[in-house]
C-alpha cells in the first residue's frame, strides 16, 4: 500500500502561484508514477499532470502547459506541482495520485492509489 498527503493548498489571487506536495509513504521502493488531479465543485475529477520514477516521461493537460510544472524528489518521496499564473478556474480540490510502473495515464481508473486532497481557490 501508499499512503499519500498533499499540503499545500489555500488562497490565492488571480495570476498567483502556488506549489503543492505530496508525500508518499508505504511502499516507496516500488517505481511508482505520481500524477496530479483536480476535481472542481460540480465536476468530474481531471487529470492534471503526471511523472514517471525517473521524471523521464511527463504529461500535461494541453491547456496547463508552460503555466504548470510537475516535478518529484525521490529521496524524500514527494513530488510537487507548481502552478502559475493561476486563474480563477483552477479552483478545485487537487489530488495526488500513484501507481505501480512507468506507464502514464488520464484515466481515474487508471491510478491505484489517492490522497485526500487539497483545496485551492483562486479569487481577488
Known amino acids: 500500500q501508499v499512503q499519500l498527503v498533499e499540503s499545500g493548498g489555500g488562497l490565492v489571487q488571480p495570476g498567483g502561484s502556488l506549489r503543492l506536495s505530496c508525500l508518499a509513504s508505504g511502499r516507496t521502493s516500488s517505481s511508482l508514477s505520481m500524477a496530479w488531479f483536480r476535481q472542481a465543485p460540480g465536476k468530474e475529477r481531471e487529470f492534471v499532470a503526471g511523472?514517471?520514477?525517473?521524471?523521464?516521461?511527463?504529461d500535461y493537460v494541453d491547456s496547463m502547459k508552460g503555466r504548470f510544472t510537475i516535478s518529484r524528489d525521490n529521496a524524500k518521496n514527494t513530488v510537487f506541482l507548481q502552478m502559475n499564473s493561476l486563474k480563477p478556474e483552477a479552483t478545485a480540490v487537487y489530488f495526488c495520485?500513484?501507481?505501480?510502473?512507468?506507464?502514464?495515464?488520464?484515466?481515474?481508473?487508471?491510478?491505484?492509489?489517492w490522497g485526500q486532497g487539497t483545496r485551492v481557490t483562486v479569487a481577488s
Open positions: 511523472i514517471s520514477w525517473h521524471a523521464d516521461t511527463q
Open positions: 495520485a500513484a501507481k505501480v510502473g512507468v506507464a502514464l495515464g488520464r484515466a481515474t481508473m487508471s491510478w491505484s492509489f
